[in-house]
């Protein structure tokens, strides 16, 4: 092997290396996922929590690698291994492998909003339906090989494209906006309102919430840093964006939640959705400041959706993953430019319609899919198993088992 090619593989490896590093971050992720819904439900559904996440991710798996992937970037494993291999040290493969990791959120964020009262294979089935189909096909038209067009129209209409570096929108906002639908045709859990009135179901166990809370917070430095899909273009100004936005989510959150620690541990993650779509671009203090509006939207936000209108999001996934993601696309429209010490090369008015494209494109996939869902098999438990909980109802055992022996 010649010093050019010895280069060239040695270069393959190390980007193989760098986003399989970054796919292990995210998919730690998914930890942080279960442990989150864990400890915001009830005892009596903490196992069909984590059943779910899992579950989840497996069919997100098979479903992204068969379909999603091939509809975002038109490529497709099923050949033989060499061809898979592309001599390129099998980057194809870990790339599929890393953004799988960000598919496999869209049922994980949905999971939460739905909690305690949803049928389980109802909702495995449009989980695979948003990571092998919707998502994929979105993701497409922003990051994938479909994108000309669309972003083609927002550059002309708005000057640049629309900027979504580690999926404030694509990812995050998708997610939030999909699980709406959802919460409103499952309606309340039992109890939650009772003539018109609220009646705040307390979270089951804080320490697995902020445990939960970490585990994101952490794997998320794998999420937006190693977007950047090689070792040579890895930013340092994006971990230090990172850490200012997550930052800035949780002062913003101690101050406005009054030190409630939901608010405080979800503004941790405000702060990280927020900041995900301009974490390339903004300066470290814009980032500062992006993450404590984020945690002013959730903490008022939440609040807002849960006692005036009255929508039983459980852990509050479509403020803090679908208004918030929103709110991280505009941001990058506004904390991007020079004006705020940003590296410039983004449009307000660009980001702002990116962001209302992906509102409107969730909103009826969600609606249309669980509106087939609600009329064919049905989405919600009876009555008489929402009140015994998902546990024993699904997997026939409780988290905690012992407390029924004698």
Sequence with gaps: MDAVSATTAIKHSADVLFLMLGAVMV??????????????????NQVNAF?????????STVAYFVIGFPIAYGISFLKPVPAILGGNQGYDLVHYFFLLCFAACIPAIISGGIAERAKFWPQVIAGGIFAGLAYPLFESLIWGQNNSALQGLFKSIGGAEFHDYAGSVVVHSIGGWLAL???????PRMGRYLRGKSHPIPISNI???????????????GFNVMSAGNLEKVSGLVAVNSLLAMV????????AGKNDPGFVHNGALAGLIAVCAGSDIMHPLASFA??????????????IEQEKLKIDDVLGVWPLHGIIGSWGGIAAGIFGQPLFGGAGGVSFVSQLLGTLCAIAFALATGFITYSILKKTVGIRLHEEDEFRGSDLTVHSIGAYPEDHVR
């Design 207 to 221: 320490p697995f919430l902020a445990l939960g809370s970490w585990i994101l917070a952490v794997g998320w430095f």
């Design 248 to 255: 800035g989510g949780v002062l913003g959150a101690i101050w």
């Design 27 to 44: 998919f730690a992720m998914h930890a942080g996922f279960a442990f989150l819904e864990v400890g915001t439900v009830r005892k009596k």
């Design 181 to 187: 639908p959802a919460v409103l045709l499952l309606g």
């Design 51 to 59: 059943v779910k996440i899992l579950t989840d991710w497996s069919v």
């Design 290 to 303: 992006v993450g404590v509006i984020a945690a002013f939207i959730f903490v008022f936000g939440f609040s």
